[in-house]
């Protein structure tokens, strides 16, 4: 039996996450895809599952955490929320 092959894994990891990276509203796409082309793949695993987490929510809570003034309890969420909204 041939040994999975771990640039296909994350390939076809990186195409679920983009997926469901298309959350119906034009800005959220945009700030959730603008992350994982460029800060996803260098993140930590905690700040990766961070993120699956976040693709997880429902829009409009996504919407508050990205572009509105909710704040979200997990800590390693926050700073993931932060590296998307390029917050200090």
């Known amino acids: 039996m041939p040994l999975p092959?771990?640039?296909?894994?994350?390939?076809r990891t990186l195409a679920r996450?983009?997926?469901?990276?298309r959350r119906g509203m034009?800005?959220?796409d945009i700030l959730l895809v603008r992350y994982l082309e460029h800060d996803?793949?260098?993140?930590a695993s905690a700040e990766r599952?961070?993120?699956?987490r976040l693709?997880?929510?429902?829009?409009?809570?996504?919407?508050?955490y990205l572009l509105g003034p909710e704040r979200a309890a997990d800590e390693v969420?926050?700073?993931?929320?932060a590296r998307i909204r390029h917050d200090p």
């Open 77 to 81: 969420l926050r700073r993931v929320i």
């Open 26 to 28: 034009q800005e959220l």
């Open 5 to 11: 092959d771990p640039a296909t894994d994350a390939s």
């Open 55 to 64: 693709l997880d929510l429902q829009d409009p809570e996504v919407f508050g």
């Open 49 to 52: 599952e961070a993120f699956a």
């Open 17 to 21: 996450l983009r997926w469901r990276c």
């Open 40 to 43: 996803y793949e260098g993140a």
